[in-house]
């Protein structure tokens, strides 16, 4: 069975620094997929990046970053120089082999605070 | 990526009643998924819809409560029947276009 560990419930950080959310997570396919999404106040969900189990770069977008460890089951996500736009719940998931043709298993989700 | 058009957006429905949601992909899809999401908490997905069969269910969830409607490649519904507080919950459809997976802006269903 596949499942998602993201202890941090809640983050409260001040704008312009630096916040890292945890993510860990446990499957017995040799073929998986990691996702981060943003839920904010507004209640969609936004699609932040996709990453597959054989490809450990670690990736920058901007402010975002992740940081994809397979030795430690984690694909953690560090936002830099925070801004109040930041403020929303985010997922982790994790998809299988047949992603796209399958569900995806969310964490439970971290709610992220900017203070300004 | 797809564009899901997803209604009602919300809806406030006295128990016992049933509620029929829409999602309208702007896109062929082969499966489109639907997720319930209680309040405060994470997404668990309800079921899976193919075109042309029937809906697959997940552990807790079943037709009776749940029935799923997929009569194209662009178009499902998803009844909440004999509603009960504990409905209360955001439900939502997803599909695959690639690079993830998109999602419709839910539906904040308060069962009174």
């Known amino acids: 069975a596949q499942k998602v560990t993201q202890a941090q419930t809640e983050i409260s950080v001040v704008e312009k620094e630096d916040v890292t959310l945890d993510c860990v997570y446990e499957?017995?396919?040799?073929?998986?997929?990691l996702f981060w999404y943003k839920q904010p106040p507004s209640g969609e969900l936004v699609f932040l990046i996709r990453r597959n189990s054989f490809d450990e770069q670690n990736e920058i977008s901007g402010r975002y970053s992740w940081n994809f460890q397979k030795s430690t089951s984690s694909f953690n996500f560090t936002i830099t120089a925070s801004q109040v736009v930041d403020s929303a719940v985010y997922f982790c998931?994790?998809?299988?082999?047949?992603?796209?043709?399958?569900?995806?298993?969310f964490g439970t989700g971290t709610r992220l605070t900017i203070i300004p | 990526s797809a564009v899901i058009s997803q209604k009602p957006s919300r809806d406030i429905c006295q128990r016992g009643t049933s509620l029929t949601i829409q999602c309208q992909v702007d896109?062929?899809?082969?499966?489109m998924f639907w997720y319930r999401q209680q309040p405060g908490q994470s997404l668990t997905l309800i079921a899976t819809?193919?075109?042309?069969?029937?809906?697959?269910?997940e552990s807790g969830f079943v037709i009776d409560k749940f029935p799923i409607s997929r009569p194209n490649l662009t178009f499902s519904t998803l009844t909440v029947s004999n509603m009960s507080p504990e409905d209360s919950s955001i439900y939502l459809c997803?599909?695959?276009?690639?690079?993830?997976?998109?999602f419709g802006s839910g539906t904040r269903l308060t069962v009174v």
């Open positions: 819809a193919n075109q042309g069969s029937e809906a697959t269910y």
């Open positions: 997803s599909v695959w276009t690639g690079p993830g997976y998109t």
């Open positions: 896109s062929q899809v082969t499966m």
């Open positions: 499957t017995r396919d040799t073929t998986y997929y």
């Open positions: 998931a994790l998809s299988g082999r047949y992603f796209g043709n399958e569900k995806l298993t």
